[in-house]
């Protein structure tokens, strides 16, 4: 009987995520496989729904739609921040990753956008938020 991928497996696999374009974001293919606990936030839900059922040995890819794979992009998440609440040592420049403190101590990583006016406009989306994703894995083994 060939095990498959359930909700809470300890599931080793190879992995590739693309842009439909062909770029390349990350993937284990060629290297070490990667070992994940799903249902416990190391893979976005929607790629761990993929794997769902997959049995041992299985190589597939899935196209998921814009906003599917890391959510839409919420221009919520956009926030103008004045360059006066950044350390005069650590002022923000465009396209560069910030890591904020809230106020319980969590702390969040922001894109800066733009830096204009005395600001920085910064994006607190995931930076594949609202971008189609292309999601190839192969099941190695599950635990």
């Known amino acids: 009987m060939t095990q498959s991928v359930q909700p809470d497996s300890l599931v080793t696999l190879h ?3 693309a842009l439909p374009d062909g770029e390349e974001l990350i993937t ?19 790629l761990e729904q993929c794997l769902n059922g997959l049995p041992v040995g299985e190589r597939r890819e899935f196209v998921l739609e814009p906003g599917a794979a890391f959510g ?21 420049e465009e396209m560069s990753m910030i890591e904020f403190t809230g106020p319980e101590g969590a702390k969040y990583a922001g894109l800066v956008r733009q830096v204009r006016d005395g ?8 930076p594949l938020a609202g971008k189609a994703i292309r999601f190839e894995v192969e099941i190695i083994g599950i635990v």
Not at 29 to 36: D, E, K, M, R, S
């Open 72 to 92: 839409p992009h919420n221009p919520q998440l956009l926030e103008r921040v004045p360059l006066s609440a950044f350390p005069a040592d650590a002022q923000p």
């Open 119 to 126: 600001a920085a406009m910064v994006d607190f989306n995931h």
């Open 15 to 17: 992995y590739r995520m």
């Open 28 to 46: 284990t293919f060629g290297g070490n496989p990667a070992t994940l606990r799903l249902g416990n936030g190391e893979l976005a839900p929607t």
